[in-house]
T-cell receptor
Framework: NAGVTQTPKFRVLKTGQSMTLLCAQD?????MYWYRQDPGMGLRLIHY???????AKGEVPDGYNVSRLKKQNFLLGLESAAPSQTSVYFC?????????????FGSGTRLTVV | AQTVTQSQPEMSVQEAETVTLSCTYD???????LFWYKQPPSRQMILVIR??????QNATENRFSVNFQKAAKSFSLKISDSQLGDAAMYFC????????????FGKGTKLTVNP
């Protein structure tokens, strides 16, 4: 099925470890986004990309890095994980100018940092 | 920067009754889109309904409808004939037309449906 695929779905990290979350979409969307969801906080934008090779900071970018080397993939990296990064992470994508349709979301990654 | 406020962290409704979830937003833009998303325990984000700011007519999708008051910057969601499957987190979201077209979310309302 076409859509946004996130891997992994669950992960437990120790403080200080690093990891990369992968987001892949097969809809030829230009725009891609990474959000984190915490209880009582809604979804907050971490980083986003408006095209291959471009990235930009969102609302809560500290402690994260991203890369968009290929149009269909958007990677979110944690270089040195901290307990404050325990969260559910969502990737989403969209066409520019098709803001009337909102986003297509992945199913989320639950990350626990101990 | 745009902000979205959902003032009801939790709501409950009896099955078959009607419930209204509130949302207000702040923006200086004249044209934009507003959305309600549903997030069941499965975590999947499901688009419930959308409203174009330049349209005065309120959007409806089956049992879901909105009350859009542009001057008041208010965008409430009404769920009629509530069903057990409506139990979920509901997020109000704003999307402008410029730049990256980012979605800005409210903090969410947890809806419980009682049998």
């Amino acid at each position: 099925n076409a859509g946004v695929t996130q891997t992994p779905k669950f992960r437990v990290l120790k403080t200080g470890q690093s990891m990369t979350l992968l987001c892949a979409q097969d809809m030829n969307h230009e725009y891609m986004y990474w959000y984190r969801q915490d209880p009582g906080m809604g979804l907050r934008l971490i980083h986003y990309s408006v095209g291959e090779g471009t990235t930009a900071k969102g609302e809560v970018p500290d402690g994260y890095n991203v890369s968009r080397l290929k149009k269909q993939n958007f990677l979110l990296g944690l270089e040195s994980a901290a307990p404050s990064q325990t969260s559910v992470y969502f990737c989403a994508s969209s066409y520019p100018g098709r803001f009337d349709y909102g986003y297509t979301f992945g199913s989320g990654t639950r990350l626990t940092v101990v | 920067a745009q902000t979205v406020t959902q003032s009801q962290p939790e709501m409950s409704v009896q099955e078959a009754e009607t419930v209204t979830l509130s949302c207000t937003y702040d923006t200086s833009e004249s044209d934009y889109y507003l959305f309600w998303y549903k997030q069941p325990p499965s975590r999947q984000m499901i688009l419930v309904i959308r409203q174009e700011a330049y349209k005065q007519q309120n959007a409806t999708e089956n049992r879901f409808s909105v009350n859009f008051q542009k001057a008041a910057k208010s965008f409430s969601l009404k769920i009629s004939d509530s069903q057990l499957g409506d139990a979920a987190m509901y997020f109000c979201a704003y999307r402008g037309q410029g730049g990256s077209e980012k979605l800005v979310f409210g903090k969410g309302t947890k809806l419980t449906v009682n049998p």
